[in-house]
């Protein structure tokens, strides 16, 4: 049987934790619309669900920290609005800083983030190793920390907004590829499926990694490339504590955070390149296995039980892609959030929504616009993808 609807209001393209929270928003806000959203796999099976799942306001620019604390707020109350537990753990983020030029930075944006109302602060690194006890602190310098950050379960948050959106009224279509579209003079009038054919007239692309594809269906270009990272879990690890925070090795990009009884450790592979590679291999583990031994050793002979890699969304400057096309008005995007997009989701989708409805966004994402890099000059932030 066909599930497919012959027309909707709005076609949200990807059932990531953005496209839900669109769908969501959309609906809350009026509940008449038709919102159709398509996933070419189970919803959430892009990027969201093989996120870290850290959640955090500690960003260096301004929007970002507004998106941040809005989504925090969110993921606090998401169990009592939405009636999901998404295991949410503010255990706190603690960023390791081991160059003094990094140090320098991390104080500008803990400035910055301070008048914006994060509770975050620069420590000694006795008192980095206190907050997290498997860390060595040979070479460091100092780290940043914030208590109210954390992480949770990105599946769980998904369930939440899937549920949420589906008794708002949207159809949610999994399993179901988006094939192109139809354009005529910058007017979008349908939206092409491998199940059929769907007129509408607005389209929100929230297809993570897969984005600058489907954007150039439309005659888009969104400059969003896929880079594959790749995660591990561990076994018990001893001298592990329950408020172990998520804990990163700034210079590396190691990380680890509480997984079960064991950890969820990561590292960025800077041998990558882009593409749409998932299937797990070694060769980031010496890299990985170098900045354990430096930075936590205490992890050196833990074991590893499993694992899994995903996609991010990368843009050249490391920030998410978030406004409606100038050639096509009837497309909207949110994408290239960098390994941000699981964090940010929540706001996001709100941002998204009121865009689709023409209204003025409760954050002011213009410097997201992807007009950006039609100018020479560099961008303002450039934020390092982490988690």
């Known amino acids: 049987m066909n599930d497919l609807p012959d027309h909707a209001d709005v076609v949200v393209i990807g059932g990531g934790v953005i496209g839900l929270s669109t769908a969501d928003w959309l609906l809350a806000q009026d509940e008449d619309l038709s919102v159709l959203l398509l996933d070419r796999g189970p919803l959430g099976a892009g990027s969201t669900c093989k996120a870290a799942g850290g959640v955090r306001e500690q960003f260096s620019d301004a929007v970002n920290i507004a998106l941040a604390q809005r989504s925090m707020t969110v993921f606090e109350g998401f169990e009592e609005q939405f009636g999901v ?108 499926t ?20 489907v954007a150039a269906w439309f005659g888009v ?64 583990l010496t890299g990985l296995s170098a900045a354990v031994q430096r930075r936590a050793p205490a992890l050196a002979d833990v074991e590893v039980r499993s694992g899994w890699a995903g996609l991010y969304e990368m843009t050249p400057d490391h920030n998410g892609l978030i406004g409606v096309a100038a050639g096509v008005p009837g497309l909207a995007y949110a994408t290239g959030f960098s390994g941000h997009g699981f964090l940010l989701g929540p706001a996001v989708g709100e941002v998204v929504a009121a865009l689709v409805r023409g209204e003025q966004p409760p954050v002011d994402v213009s410097a997201l616009d992807v007009s950006r890099f039609d100018t020479d000059a560099p961008p303002p932030v450039r934020e390092k993808h982490i988690v």
């Open 85 to 192: 537990d998404i295991d949410l753990h503010q255990v706190g983020y603690l960023f390791l800083l081991d160059d003094p030029d990094d140090v320098a930075d991390f104080e500008r944006a803990v400035a910055l983030q301070n008048s914006l109302g994060v509770a975050s602060r620069m420590v000694e690194p006795a008192e980095a190793q206190r907050l997290s006890p498997l860390i060595s602190t040979d070479g460091l310098l100092a780290a940043a920390w914030s208590p109210r950050d954390g992480h949770c379960t990105p599946e769980a948050v998904v369930q939440g907004y899937a549920a949420s959106a589906r008794r708002r009224g949207a159809r949610l279509v999994s399993g179901c590829a988006v094939t192109g579209a139809e354009v005529e003079d910058g007017q979008i009038r349908a939206v092409l």
């Open 221 to 284: 270009d969104l400059p969003v490339e896929p880079l594959r990272r790749q995660i591990l879990t561990t076994g018990p690890v001893p001298g592990r504590r329950d408020d172990t925070p998520m804990t990163i090795d700034f210079s590396s990009s190691f990380y680890f955070h509480n997984e079960g009884e064991g950890l969820l450790v990561g590292m960025s592979d800077r041998e990558e390149t882009p593409g749409f590679r998932l299937a797990r291999d070694d060769r980031w």
């Open 194 to 213: 491998e199940r059929g054919r769907v007129v509408t007239e607005r389209v929100v692309c929230a297809a993570g990694a897969w984005s600058g594809q």
